[in-house]
């Protein structure tokens, strides 16, 4: 459903976009690459399109693309239904940032309010998946936080997620705020959240794996 959404806005708006429109955003929230019109309205559709195809399949794999975990009695268990719900809100994800891009092209948004909307939608999408991360409580092959020694154990992966998950609602909360109080560079703050929770989350996780109080 998503994915056809996002083909159909690309079909709706298409003969109405220009021949050159942005698409790529900086870390400055402007535009810094353009392509035709064909590039901006099958991209992100295409890409959704291919997660939405081989990520429901690749599930089934799990075991044998990744062995290192003990063996369970179904694999599938490992990453359904969250590895599901963490899927469909990445696709939903990618989805607002491709209306963002139509109508960025279509000259919908002002060029001075594009950096402020930007970070608004990449805010809400890392607050949106760090909501669910920590509910991938199964280590696997696909979804999670996957630091190497975060498959230390599967008390180690559980935590590992959880700070992950806090990590990036943090990041969000910090980018929306951050975006209304820098309106010069709106997407900066977040940035430097997702900056900082990365390298404290790697940090944790390995202190973690390295515990010996830690299961």
Not at 5 to 25: E, G, R
Not at 114 to 123: F, K, R
Not at 140 to 162: D, K
Not at 167 to 184: E, M, Q, T
């Amino acid at each position: 459903m998503l994915v056809a959404a996002a083909f159909l806005l690309s079909a709706v708006s298409y003969q109405h976009l220009p021949a050159n429109v942005p698409t790529h955003w900086g870390i400055s929230g402007r535009p810094d690459q353009f392509g035709s019109r064909l590039q901006t309205a099958l991209l992100l559709p295409l890409i959704m399109l291919f997660i939405g195809v081989v990520f429901s399949y690749v599930p089934n794999y799990d075991r044998l693309l990744f062995i290192k975990y003990e063996p369970r009695d179904s694999d599938s268990s490992t990453v359904r239904p969250e590895y599901d719900r963490l899927i469909t809100i990445l696709l939903a994800f990618l989805l607002a940032m491709h209306t963002f891009a139509i109508a960025s092209g279509l000259g919908l948004v002002a060029a001075t309010h594009e950096p402020l909307l930007l970070a608004v939608v990449l805010s809400f999408g890392m607050i949106a998946i760090g909501n669910y991360m920590p509910r991938v409580t199964r280590r696997n092959a696909f979804i999670g936080v996957r630091l190497p020694w975060a498959y230390a154990s599967e008390e180690v992966w559980r935590r590992t997620q959880r700070a992950g998950g806090y990590g990036l609602v943090a990041a969000g909360v910090i980018g929306l705020a951050g975006a209304f109080a820098v309106p010069s560079a709106p997407v900066k703050p977040l940035f430097a959240a997702l900056v900082a929770e990365t390298i404290v989350v790697m940090v944790y996780s390995y202190s973690l794996a390295h515990s010996s109080k830690v299961p």
